[in-house]
């Protein structure tokens, strides 16, 4: 059985206001062909198909035809769970329809899975709560599945411990996640092909700036020991790096087929092919993503010139772009608005003044007023000056700081 893994789409989201639907429908259309050149047979997404919880109609629209193109008129199997992102009874609400083409849609981690009676070449032939069993035509054996939705309290339905005690919470969530995967091991078999996918963190794996956290803390993190490694394959989703989980080589995060902030520069995405038999070892290959337009840094030390240079040179033509351009003045509202006219990948501009470097120092702050070092230092950190309530306001703060103190 020929298996595709991918995860967080992020559908919706967009890159500081600038709409990525596009870049969102081309990593769709390159998955799919991917699927057809490798003759997959099953393709698990881990979760976060979506951004928000109340996904825009285009959104929707995306990931359905996505789905429909996947599953090659139900030809191809297609289990999809809900992530910390998706609404889980909005997710599962097509099932009716899903189920009929192949599809299998888990929102919640207590689901009772649907066992539907599709006439195509894919079929639930058995399921319950957290697992389901296929036949897919163009395999000889079945594959079992474990199926994890993002497992909160809430969606549990839980109360995992009474103490607010971080250590205590993070314990008690990972048992009992482990616990729950641990008792559909059960089904696994000799002669089926035995998968688990969740959307989850994972302790100690590499975050990048681009996820939200599942929750402050770390109380909803899971101790790798904790995953079935029954499972020939665990396919995962929450962090958008494509990773292997410490050193299982059967155990990955597929991560985002976009890069959705510059703290991801220079990585590279991907989704993962697993090619696996009834008792066998998993054979695992990466296959890059280049669909995506790149997100890259500019440092530029020759100021305005050298980044009018660079785009007369188009260079990173269809890159989305965070300057930093070092000037001796402030930029003017009118060269901000001609570098967005010629380069509208630009999302960051970040002026960089020397004087701005030596304003913190003590020697400067004793010979300038308190007002004006905030004002300078306000600029730096935003690229912006700050409004006149905001600079009262920090004034007033420092105001009542000195008497509280005297």
Same mark, same amino acid.
């Given at each position: 059985?020929r298996i595709l893994h991918t995860s967080d789409w992020h559908l919706g989201r967009?890159?500081?206001?600038?709409?990525?639907?596009?870049?969102?429908?081309?990593?769709?259309?390159?998955?799919?062909?991917?699927?057809?050149?490798?003759?997959? %047979?099953?393709?698990?997404?881990?979760?976060? *198909?979506?951004?928000?919880?109340?996904?825009?109609?285009?959104?929707?629209?995306?990931?359905?035809?996505?789905? @429909?193109?996947?599953?090659?008129?139900?030809?191809?199997?297609?289990? &999809?769970?809900?992530?910390?992102?998706?609404?889980?009874?909005?997710?599962?609400?097509?099932?009716?329809? #899903?189920?009929?083409?192949?599809?299998?849609?888990?929102?919640?981690?207590?689901?009772?899975? @649907?066992?539907? /009676?599709?006439?195509?070449?894919?079929?639930?032939?058995?399921?319950?709560?957290?697992?389901?069993?296929?036949?897919?035509?163009?395999? !000889?054996?079945?594959? &079992?599945?474990?199926?994890?939705? @993002?497992?909160?309290?809430?969606?549990?339905?839980?109360?995992? &411990?009474?103490?607010?005690?971080?250590? #205590?919470?993070?314990?008690?969530?990972?048992?009992?996640?482990?616990?729950?995967?641990?008792?559909?091991?059960?089904? /696994?078999?000799?002669?089926?092909?035995?998968?688990?996918?969740?959307?989850? /963190?994972?302790?100690?794996?590499?975050?990048?700036?681009?996820?939200?956290?599942?929750?402050?803390?770390?109380?909803?993190?899971?101790?790798?020991?904790?995953?079935?490694?029954?499972?020939?394959?665990?396919?995962?989703?929450?962090?958008?790096?494509?990773?292997?989980?410490?050193?299982?080589?059967?155990?990955?995060?597929?991560?985002?087929?976009?890069?959705?902030?510059?703290?991801?520069?220079?990585?590279?995405?991907? =989704? @993962?092919? =697993?090619?696996?038999?009834?008792?066998?070892?998993?054979?695992?290959?990466?296959?890059?993503?280049?669909?995506?337009?790149?997100? &890259?840094?500019? %440092? #530029?030390?020759?100021?305005?010139?050298?980044?009018?240079?660079?785009? !007369?040179?188009?260079?990173?033509?269809? #890159?989305? *772009?965070?300057?930093?351009?070092?000037?001796?003045?402030?930029?003017?509202?009118?060269?901000?608005?001609?570098?967005?006219?010629?380069?509208?990948?630009?999302?960051?501009?970040?002026?960089?003044?020397?004087?701005?470097?030596?304003?913190?120092?003590?020697?400067?702050?004793?010979?300038?007023?308190?007002?004006? *070092?905030?004002?300078?230092?306000?600029?730096?950190?935003?690229?912006?000056?700050?409004n006149e309530d905001l600079v009262k306001l920090f004034l007033q703060l420092l105001?009542?700081?000195?008497?509280?103190?005297?």
């Amino acid at each position: 059985m020929r298996i595709l893994h991918t995860s967080d789409w992020h559908l919706g989201r967009s890159l500081e206001g600038r709409d990525r639907i596009e870049e969102q429908q081309k990593f769709i259309v390159e998955i799919c062909d991917i699927a057809d050149q490798e003759q997959v %047979d099953l393709v698990l997404i881990a979760g976060d *198909i979506f951004d928000t919880s109340n996904p825009s109609a285009k959104a929707e629209q995306l990931f359905y035809q996505g789905l @429909y193109d996947l599953t090659q008129g139900g030809r191809r199997g297609v289990v &999809v769970i809900a992530g910390n992102h998706d609404n889980p009874e909005r997710l599962r609400a097509s099932n009716p329809l #899903a189920d009929q083409m192949g599809i299998t849609l888990i929102g919640l981690p207590k689901d009772n899975i @649907y066992t539907g /009676f599709s006439k195509n070449r894919v079929k639930t032939v058995a399921s319950g709560i957290g697992w389901l069993e296929i036949a897919i035509d163009s395999c !000889e054996h079945h594959a &079992v599945i474990i199926a994890l939705p @993002y497992p909160s309290e809430q969606r549990l339905r839980e109360m995992f &411990v009474e103490s607010l005690d971080e250590e #205590a919470m993070q314990r008690s969530y990972s048992q009992r996640v482990g616990g729950f995967l641990e008792e559909r091991v059960q089904h /696994f078999r000799k002669d089926t092909v035995n998968l688990c996918t969740s959307h989850l /963190f994972v302790r100690g794996s590499k975050e990048s700036d681009s996820e939200r956290p599942i929750q402050l803390g770390g109380a909803c993190t899971v101790d790798k020991e904790m995953l079935p490694l029954e499972a020939q394959y665990i396919a995962l989703g929450h962090l958008h790096r494509p990773q292997r989980v410490g050193s299982h080589g059967n155990i990955r995060y597929s991560g985002s087929p976009l890069a959705y902030s510059f703290s991801e520069v220079g990585h590279s995405k991907s =989704v @993962y092919l =697993v090619e696996c038999l009834p008792g066998a070892e998993a054979l695992v290959r990466e296959i890059p993503l280049t669909s995506g337009r790149p997100l &890259v840094k500019w %440092d #530029a030390p020759g100021g305005l010139a050298q980044v009018f240079k660079w785009c !007369e040179e188009n260079r990173d033509v269809e #890159a989305w *772009i965070d300057l930093s351009i070092h000037v001796q003045e402030p930029l003017q509202a009118q060269e901000i608005k001609k570098l967005r006219e010629i380069r509208p990948g630009i999302i960051h501009i970040r002026p960089i003044l020397p004087e701005m470097d030596r304003v913190l120092k003590l020697e400067n702050r004793i010979n300038l007023p308190v007002e004006k *070092i905030f004002r300078q230092f306000y600029y730096k950190t935003y690229s912006t000056e700050p409004n006149e309530d905001l600079v009262k306001l920090f004034l007033q703060l420092l105001e009542d700081e000195e008497e509280e103190i005297s």
